[in-house]
């Protein structure tokens, strides 16, 4: 029985145009089974999804015209391509070396006048010298055209390779024909001189050489982003083996393995802490700037990069399952991936080249019916000059090299993307909703203060040791926000009797003493005095307004103490919360906690309109109200409870540290915890979006002035044709172009103070 495949990346040979792209997408998408298929021209892949047989699939693509094979392995892929692109490179080089030499010889004897003209008895030997030579060297630097443009004509296509075999051939079989048969050119013809076009068709193709190496190079830049993370990759590992250790390939690690990490190595394969602490600096996948400090228990993530400390680690994730090789994947599936505006470039580029024949075959025809003498060289120098100097590449690349550049971008500073719709998308927000919990805080309460009463016979340190003694009975986060509060618990505090009452509080035996915590109504449950402790109604009162949670504390039946926990903001909420403001984008803050709480919040970061006790489906529900009154929305958020809003925003975008859930209902992942993430999503975003708009009014403006040129419209009032040389140059000029615009986006900056 065949294997049947669920999705499957391809690398694509042979493709030369944005024509192309649509060929093989209809070869793919015409397969059984296939439901998606995408081809991306800047980087020659293929995304496809379905149930497929692969070499059935594989099989379409060469009956298409084109050659095809497996991505299997990312690492391996980039290196192979990277070493054929670098072979082409020098090969488009020399090819444009050979060409341009033979040809600025071949038109120096032009215009010096020592070759003989139709009249004399040399000009045959002289032309099929020149004949022979210029198809030599029409082998030798552009078979490669007209081999492909064969393979087209033979599956029914065009591509650019079609224009630029056509504009070639005519220009050299013109003029062959001048020299074998001279008698049957009109009398004008021969009497002006010599009017081959050898040294054209040669000239032609050194400058569209030479401009498809240009453009190579520096579309190998685009790439530099997914070439940083596959670096990032460490090859050896050191794994403790029966009370060895050994150094192995990270490919034979297996979950499991216990393996060392010595200062300044890079982390092979993700894994939990056994011992030892150390700095570990995240930045190459977060984006935060400073080493964060990891002990026993602490992730390590593969790829990052141990600063100081010597770590014994226990391998949990390996190969495809680690957390760089999911981003990896994600960002070549976002790269590959198409926004709606490049869609409409696709549909052009698919209809251009056979629109760009009938263009040629027109102005042939004008030429020839209402040109000046010499009506044949007019005719053919316009008809040759459309066909060179039409650029479907440009249009081809507009949309996906921007996309390449924005998406590695984004990863280098710690923004996973999905999909290039979200690329899309995020620039054209008009509403972001965050959530609170983890998303503008913390997510991690902390003990703020501790207020004994005036009646308490200890102190503060003291009732911290005894509630922290209390609260080692419980696993709720305020007990974790108290036993963090201290070193270590007083071990003469031996608690006994543990009771928990959830939503409540707790209460336990301590030295004898009957110790109870929990919120108001607890205590008064307890039989416990709160209406006398008059001094601390005032400090729980202020608590409460700026959203901490209170707790209280008594011994025995007297209140002894006010806890004040709270989750902390991040250091730049306010700041990015103004920032998206500032920048026309409404803010409101959307929780599932209380109202006092959320409406607190809310004021110490500036957000005027808040949504408290919401539940997940509230969520999603008010994400979809925003999206009926004609808003973009984004939502922002951390948690299981998120998710359901994450999936229904237009932009769902996920905080790196929330959980799994949350990331993969989101868009938009980001790998760190700061919000500074959110506005560098969107402002980079809105680059990459005008990008690819001057790219693409830049290849439309390029084709929409210089074709219409090229078939003479500038003659009749000027005197002015463009020449076909001339013509070459200037498409290998705007493809090189769009690109060099799109690798601008390379020196995007952060947002370092928002």
Not at 280 to 304: C, F, N, Q, R
Not at 661 to 667: F, K, N, Q
Request: glycine share 8%; charged share 15%; net charge negative.
């Amino acid at each position: 029985m065949s294997h049947v495949n669920s999705e499957a990346k391809l690398a694509i040979e042979g493709m030369s145009c944005a024509g192309c792209v649509a060929a093989v997408e209809r070869a793919l998408a015409a397969h059984p089974g296939v439901s998606l298929a995408t081809v991306n021209f800047a980087d020659h892949t293929a995304f496809v999804q379905g149930d497929f047989n692969l070499a059935t699939l594989i099989g379409a693509v060469s009956d298409a015209g084109y050659g095809a094979h497996e991505i299997i392995s990312i690492e391996v892929a980039e290196a192979e391509r990277e070493a054929a692109e670098l072979q082409r490179y020098y090969r488009l080089l020399r090819q444009a070396g050979v060409a341009a030499v033979v040809g600025l010889l071949l038109m120096a004897a032009e215009m010096s006048g020592v070759l003989p003209k139709h009249s004399e008895s040399a000009a045959l030997p002289v032309g099929l010298a020149l004949a022979i030579v210029s198809a030599t060297i029409m082998y030798v630097s552009g078979r490669h055209f007209f081999v492909n443009a064969w393979k087209q004509f033979r599956h029914h296509n065009a591509n650019m390779d079609t224009l630029i075999a056509l504009g070639t051939g005519a220009a050299w079989l013109y003029s062959l024909w001048l020299v074998l048969l001279p008698q049957l050119m009109p009398a004008w013809v021969t009497a002006v001189g010599h009017h081959s076009c050898f040294e054209a068709a040669v000239l032609i193709l050194a400058f569209i050489n030479f401009g498809a190496a240009m453009e190579l190079r520096a579309r190998g830049k685009t790439s530099g982003a997914i070439k940083r993370l596959v670096g990032l990759q460490a090859k050896v590992a050191r794994v403790v083996r029966e009370n060895s250790e050994v150094d192995l390939p990270v490919a034979a690690v297996v979950a499991g393995d216990i393996l060392r990490l010595r200062p300044g190595e890079a982390v092979p394969v993700d894994g939990v802490i056994l011992s030892g602490d150390a700095y570990v600096d995240a930045s190459m996948l977060s984006g935060e700037p400073l080493p964060v400090h990891k002990g026993v228990g602490d992730e390590l993530i593969g790829g990052t990069l141990n600063v100081n400390g010597t770590l014994l680690y226990r391998a949990s994730r390996v190969g495809g399952e680690t957390v760089l090789a999911q981003i990896i994947a994600m960002v070549r599936t976002a790269q590959a991936s198409k926004p709606a505006i490049g869609r409409l470039a696709d549909k052009v580029s698919a209809v251009f080249v056979p629109s760009v024949l009938i263009v040629a075959i027109i102005t042939a025809l004008i030429w020839l019916n209402f040109g000046p003498e010499p009506v044949v060289a007019y005719t053919l120098g316009a008809a040759m000059t459309v066909l060179i100097v039409a650029c479907p590449c440009a249009l081809g690349l507009a949309t996906p090299i921007s996309i390449m550049v924005g998406v590695g971008r984004a990863a280098e500073l710690g923004i996973l993307i999905r999909n290039g719709e979200a690329l899309q998308q995020s620039g054209r927000v008009t509403t972001v909703i965050l959530d609170k919990t983890g998303t503008l805080t913390e997510g991690k309460p902390m003990l703020q203060q501790l207020t004994p009463t005036a009646a308490s016979p200890y102190s503060a340190s003291q009732l911290l040791q005894i509630a922290a003694a209390v609260e080692q009975g419980s696993a709720h986060p305020l007990a974790a926000a108290i036993t963090a509060a201290v070193e270590a618990v007083d071990s003469e505090l031996i608690m006994s009797d543990f009771h928990s009452e959830n939503g409540y509080g707790v209460r336990a035996v301590v030295k004898g003493e009957r110790v109870i915590l929990g919120s108001e109504a607890w205590l008064l449950a307890n039989q416990v005095d709160l209406f006398g402790t008059t001094d601390l109604a005032a400090e729980a009162d202020r608590a409460t307004a700026a959203g901490a949670i209170v707790i209280y504390m008594a011994i025995n039946t007297a209140a002894v103490a006010l806890l004040v926990i709270a989750d902390p903001l991040k250091g730049d909420s306010s700041a990015v919360v103004a920032a998206l403001q500032a920048a026309g984008i409404k803010v409101l803050l959307v929780s599932g906690d209380n109202p006092t709480t959320a409406r607190a919040v809310a004021a110490m970061v500036g957000i005027s309109e808040v949504k408290a006790g919401v539940l997940p489906q509230g969520k999603a529900a008010l994400v979809k109200a925003l999206q009926q009154q004609g808003e973009v929305v984004a939502m922002v958020g951390d948690g299981i409870n998120d998710a359901p809003a994450l999936s229904q925003a237009d932009v769902g975008i996920a905080i790196g540290s929330g959980t799994d859930i949350a990331i993969e209902s989101a868009d938009i992942t980001l790998m760190g915890s700061s919000l500074k993430g959110v506005l560098d999503a969107i402002r980079l975003s809105r680059a990459t979006v005008s990008n690819i708009k001057q790219n693409l009014f830049g290849a439309f403006l390029y084709n929409t002035i210089s074709i219409p040129i090229a078939a003479g419209l500038l003659y009749p009032l000027t005197g002015i044709l463009l020449n076909p040389m001339i013509a070459g140059a200037a498409m290998a000029a705007s493809s090189v172009t769009v690109v060099s615009n799109a690798n601008r986006l390379r020196w995007f900056k952060y947002t370092r103070h928002p």
